[in-house]
């Protein structure tokens, strides 16, 4: 049973110690506490709450291979991925309390003459976060960064493999000195996350994760006319087009499809690949994807490690098997690996139909699809031939064709000649069913914020 808060190390297959849920009565006392919390923390002098991040910062460098070896155990990342996942986290921090007196500031617009107008960027109260296992720091970060450093209090219910992790992440905020309430983790399994999202006290919800997830938490913040970003699934392409460097292409493809063990949102996971280079990538690409040590998280230079539920690499599995039976090839992996734990090897899959799970479904895990196309027309058609819309890559060694095809993709985001990454710098969210609102950046620290708009005569 997952449900609840009963855990399994995805190394070994063995029960970990279940973590306590929080009652009814806990996450009512939690959400007064944050909406105490709001009054005074919205309050707070901005260079106050940007302290405050930078040390939150240093408490994250400080207990790195703590954290990095709890989310090793709870949910299977290797463990070098996770000590950057760390530091990744601290980036997230110290680059909103650099820049939030920018991304804060008041934005003057000129209207009449002898009139002063601007708009004000103000905070809306506490905000709960439904976040995922895959990046179980970072994703929590991300959006605590901007959140609480523009005055809002955060409420986060993770998921519930990752619940030593969300403690975890709570104690960070503690030991830097927060005041009680501006940071809370509910300890709730998803079951119970729309009484939250529905109280009065909860003024704004993001989620990262699932369609379903997507649909059931965007739905109900709909109709309590809350405002929502949904940071839902992607099918991303790799396109390589006929002038690409084709050994950088196959080395960060395959990179691109296996980061976090396939576990990404933003992973390559359809490979759109022009004819005339086909043969040679296609060889490289299954060089490289059989070149990666799948093993033991624990162990440095793990490349892949297990899966982070059975039921999960159940499914990868599932999607395989379909799409073999619909006419795919396997041109390496495949089969789940005969050991404990839940690990599925790098796999790559021709002949792919469109319709088959492999081309049209998100495939959570370390499988690939390879498509062959005749030109680049028809490379951006397949690539926009999804429902979802998240990231993209595209290969190629005219950068104004690179830059000239990225337009024409359908997505939240387009890397030339390079893999899809979040980046604190930048606007990160995706299109059609991958979700909509954007994080990070300064479009991320006004998903929640009060544009107010204000005129003096
Ligand atoms: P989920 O979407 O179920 O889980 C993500 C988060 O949403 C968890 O905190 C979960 O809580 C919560 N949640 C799930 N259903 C609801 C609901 N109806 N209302 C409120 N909260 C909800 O993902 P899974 O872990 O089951 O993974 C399934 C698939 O989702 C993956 O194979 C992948 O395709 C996709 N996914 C995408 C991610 C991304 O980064 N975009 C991240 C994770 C998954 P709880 O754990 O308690 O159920």
């Known amino acids: 049973e997952r449900r609840g808060m009963h855990r399994i190390d995805p190394a070994t297959g063995d029960a970990l110690e279940p973590v306590a849920e929080h009652d009814a009565e806990d996450v009512d006392a939690a959400l007064d506490e944050a909406t105490a919390a709001f009054e005074s923390w919205s309050d707070t002098r901005l260079e106050e709450r940007r302290r405050l991040l930078t040390e939150a910062a240093d408490v994250l460098r400080d207990r790195t291979e703590e954290f990095a070896r709890l989310m090793t155990r709870e949910m299977g990342k290797p463990i070098e991925g996770a000590r950057a996942e760390v530091e990744k986290s601290a980036w997230g921090l110290d680059h909103y309390a650099e820049h939030a007196p920018e ?152 990179s691109a499809r296996t980061l976090n063990s396939g576990q990404s949102c933003i992973a390559a996971k ?25 093993g033991d998280p624990t162990d440095e230079g793990t490349d892949v490690g297990p899966q982070a539920r059975e039921d999960l690499m159940a499914e990868v599995h599932e999607q395989v098997t379909a799409s073999v039976e619909a006419g795919a090839t396997v041109e390496t992996g495949g089969e789940p690996l005969d050991r404990d734990g839940f690990f599925y090897p790098p796999t790559v899959l021709t002949d792919v139909p469109r319709d088959a799970p492999l081309g049209c479904e998100e495939v959570f895990g370390p499988a690939a699809a390879v498509f062959e196309v005749e030109s680049e027309a028809a490379a951006v058609e397949l690539a926009n031939d999804s429902d979802l819309g998240l990231g993209a890559s595209v290969w190629t060694e005219d950068l104004e064709r690179g830059e000239r095809v990225a337009r024409r993709i359908e997505s939240g985001g387009v890397f030339v000649n390079e893999l899809t ?37």
């Open 270 to 294: 359809r490979f759109v690949v022009h004819t005339d280079v086909y043969d040679e990538f296609l060889e490289r690409f299954v060089a490289e994807m059989e070149s990666l040590v799948v």
């Open 103 to 254: 991304y804060l500031a008041d934005e003057h617009i000129g209207t009449e003459a002898g009139t002063k107008s601007f708009v004000s960027y103000e905070p809306l109260g506490p905000v709960l976060a439904v976040m995922p296992w895959n990046y179980p720091f970072w994703q929590v970060f991300r959006f605590a960064a901007p959140n609480l450093v523009a005055g809002n209090v955060g409420l986060l219910k993770h998921a519930s493999n990752v619940p030593e992790c969300a403690l975890a992440i709570e104690s960070v905020f503690e030991e830097a000195g927060f005041p009680e309430g501006v940071f809370r983790t509910l300890v709730v399994g998803s079951e119970r996350a729309e009484e939250v999202i529905r109280d009065d006290r909860v003024r704004a919800v993001t989620l990262t994760g699932s369609e379903p997830a997507g649909r059931a938490v965007g739905g109900a913040a709909g109709e309590e006319l809350k405002p929502s970003v949904l940071e839902l699934g992607g099918s991303d392409p790799f396109v390589v087009l006929d002038d690409a460097d084709l050994a950088a292409a196959a080395s960060v493809g395959a």
């Open 421 to 457: 990454k979040s980046d604190p710098r930048l606007p990160f969210g995706g299109i059609k069913d991958s979700g909509y609102g954007r994080e990070l950046a300064r479009q991320g620290i006004r998903a929640f914020l009060n544009e107010k708009t204000v005129w003096v005569q």
